[in-house]
């Protein structure tokens, strides 16, 4: 038999990992006053995390197992730079949150990601610029009006 890569590893976790939030899911209690269940939404998360999960392994077990390859010589920080650029960006987003508020700093966190991993050039950056602004000023949209939800507003635009 030979030696499966760790992609299928990672899926049968995720798949393990899914079920088992999945048949916990049965312990939320329902409420009496709502139209939906309160474990809907969970499940439906779940389901669909479960069928990305058993694509994973599927697409994972048809590419075999991973070769051993030389090291190309690329230090740790070179070859993950895009992983820990979008945490360090993830983490000054959550920190600039509450002075600047979930629309601006939401944008902001768009627009820098989409620019770090895409590159900087004057058309991507009015591309990056159009994407932030549409996705996040929708979203923001979305959980603000139809959902009634109230999303952090910021020093700066409380001051105003």
Request: glycine share 0%.
């Given at each position: 038999?030979?030696?499966?890569?760790?992609?299928?590893?990672?899926?049968?976790f995720l798949i393990v990992f899914t079920a088992v939030?999945?048949?916990?899911?049965?312990?939320?209690?329902?409420?009496?006053y709502g139209t939906l269940q309160a474990s809907a939404w969970p499940r439906m998360i779940l389901v669909v995390l479960g069928i990305l999960s058993v694509t994973y392994l599927v697409q994972s077990l048809k590419v075999g197992p991973a070769e051993e390859t030389e090291s190309d010589g690329l230090g740790f920080f070179e070859r993950y730079r895009n992983p820990i650029v979008c945490f360090i960006l993830y983490f000054l987003f959550l920190f600039s949150m509450p002075y600047l508020g979930m629309l601006i700093a939401g944008i902001l966190f768009v627009f820098l990601l989409l620019s770090a991993i895409g590159g900087v050039t004057p058309e991507a950056l009015i591309i990056h610029a159009i994407i932030a602004c549409i996705s996040i000023g929708a979203m923001w949209s979305f959980f603000t009006y139809p959902l009634g939800v109230i999303l952090p507003q910021g020093e700066l635009i409380s001051a105003f």
């Open positions: 038999m030979s030696r499966l890569n760790r992609d299928v590893y990672i899926a049968i939030f999945f048949w916990q899911s049965f312990e939320i209690k329902n409420i009496d």
